[in-house]
Each structure stands twice: as C-alpha cells, then as structure tokens.
C-alpha cells in the first residue's frame, strides 16, 4: 500500500471515483461522518433502493441535519466511527470521506475493527483520505497542519489490512478540484468549520489571507487536491 502517489494524473469529481468503483443500489449505506450531508444528498437522491445511515459527531452539524426533510431513504445519527451504533454485520457499504483522520488518533484501530464488525461479509469499505500535499495543504499548514494525523489515519488502514480485517481490493489516486469564490469563502468553509477550532493570532490569519490571495483570479481561488481512496473488502 502507498500513502501517496506522484504525479496524479486524474482530476475529477470524487462521485466520479465512488460510482465507478461501487454498486450502490439496493445497498445500506454507512457513512461516517457525513458533515454537511452534502455527498449524503447525491448518493440518496441518485440510483435507487438506498438506504442510508449517516453519521456525524460535530453537534453543530448533526442539529443542521436533523432539519433536512426531503431525504426519507436517510437516517442521521450522533456517532463516531470508533462507537458505530448498528448491529453486527449490517451494512452493505461503508463509506468515509476525508474523515478518518478527524478519529481521535488512538480511536482509529477501533474504528477499522467497528467497520468491520458491522459490515456484511463481502461488504465494502470506501475510504478517501487527503494526501497532505498541493498548494492548498500549504496554506493550510500555517494554521493547521494535518500532516501527522493523516499519516495516522493510513497506518490504521494498513494495520487492518496487514491483520486481516480487509482484504484490499485496490487503491486510487485522483485531484479533487475544490473552488472558493473569495477569502470570505473560504474563511466561512474552513476557518469557521465547526468540526475544527482554528484559533488564528492576528499575524497567522493575515499571513493565511496573503497566501491564499495569491491564488485569487477572475473565478475565485481554484485548488486541486490529491486524494487516496483505499477500497477494502471484509473477507467473506
């Protein structure tokens, strides 16, 4: 396995790599942290015969979710992936998007073992983790460097596949293109994320403000950001 991959030849949408490498329909769908619910609403609203528990564990998030009424195939629920709250060998699909390095770092080893403690036997585990690289990482790591974490989060991937949890069916490598209109933006998207508190000094905050500006141009700010997904199977 590999925790990064240079050059990255692929840019796309994520749903392009997720439809690509899962069936969907007539599944039960796990997904853990699932945010804003945003990628909860393409994959429900899509296909058919989905069922989906989606869960989150940033308060702020999930009361928001609690407010969403137009997805009845959706179950919201307030839970990390380190304590699922299903029963054994009940999901089809699991799905993580760029959240298992938000697992408390001595949680993740538990995580993998609940994922596949609730997974069928054959099920698929789809798990996308940002490569800590690109320049829009190197904004981030002025305030926030996630580099440790993520690293941590693909050793718990290796350690459950190295044990025997998962069998690895393969891993892809893409850039996901990510947009901000303005510095407003992007303040409101990541500074204010309420999963993360940034508590930036005057200084920081005007030195993350000129760097991100110099990526500013007539459509806003475009980033491209590598991304692993480590697509693993529970043995049957």
């Known amino acids: 396995m590999k925790i990064a991959l ?3 030849e692929v840019s796309c949408p994520e749903a392009e790599i997720y439809n690509r490498l899962l069936q969907l329909d007539a599944k039960h769908i796990l997904e853990l942290g699932c945010g804003s619910a945003t990628i909860t609403r393409d994959i429900a609203t899509t296909g058919r015969d989905r069922r989906i528990t989606a869960l989150e564990v940033d308060e702020i998030a999930h009361d928001k979710n ?3 009424t137009d997805l009845p195939n959706v179950t919201f629920g307030l ?11 009940s ?15 001595d949680q993740m080893d538990v995580a993998m073992r609940e994922i596949h403690r609730v997974l069928r036997p054959g099920g698929m585990a789809y798990i996308s983790e940002p490569i800590f690289a690109g320049a829009f990482n190197e904004i981030l790591r002025l305030f ?13 991937v290796k350690k459950a596949v190295d044990e025997g949890l998962f069998e690895l069916v393969g891993q892809t490598f893409f850039n996901a293109p990510g947009q901000f209109e303005s510095f407003a933006d992007f303040e409101e998207r990541i500074l204010k994320a309420t999963h993360t508190r940034h508590n930036l000094s005057d ?6 403000k000129q760097r991100f500006e110099q990526h500013l141009g007539a459509d806003g700010a475009c980033f491209l950001q590598p991304v692993r997904v480590d697509l693993l199977r529970r043995p049957r």
């Open 66 to 68: 609690l407010q969403i």
């Open 203 to 208: 200084e920081v905050y005007a030195r993350v």
């Open 91 to 105: 999901v089809d699909v699991v799905l993580m998007f760029k959240s298992l390095h938000h697992v408390p770092h």
């Open 79 to 89: 839970a990390g992936a380190q304590a699922i709250p299903l029963e054994n060998a």
């Open 6 to 8: 240079e050059p990255i």
């Open 144 to 156: 926030h460097d996630e580099s440790q974490v993520r690293e941590a989060a693909f050793r718990a």
